[in-house]
Nanobody, 116 residues
């Protein structure tokens, strides 16, 4: 059974950092791109970043460019999202996804709250 589990979310002050992890099981993550999405209260889910199968191509939404870094470790079946210089507007539930457009599987999400 394919599954994605996110971890690493939490409460952080503005300007702080968090590293989100995405653990895949039930399938080989090597065969898919990895996407990170987020959904803030009252807003639609939006794509934040994605990374290609080999990790040689990445995409970032303009709102996070220069602050977030996506990576993957195919040997561990893991994906990561390093988030620096966090802002209150980054507050959302963050989801890991198998694929980008379209998405095959979604994780259940991890809450990130940026606040004083």
């Amino acid at each position: 059974q394919a599954q994605l589990v996110e971890s690493g979310g939490g409460l952080v002050q503005p300007g702080g950092s968090l590293r989100l992890s995405c653990a895949a099981s039930g399938f080989i993550l090597d065969y898919y791109s990895i996407g990170w999405f987020r959904q803030a209260p009252g807003k639609a889910r939006e794509g934040v970043s994605c990374i290609s199968i080999r990790g040689d191509e990445t995409y970032y939404a303009d709102s996070v460019k220069g602050r977030f870094t996506i990576s993957r470790d195919n040997a561990k079946n893991m994906g990561y999202l390093q988030m620096n210089s966090l802002k209150p507007e980054d507050t959302a539930v963050y989801y890991c996804a198998q694929g980008w457009r379209p998405v095959g599987y979604w994780g259940k999400g991890t809450q990130v709250t940026v606040s004083t």
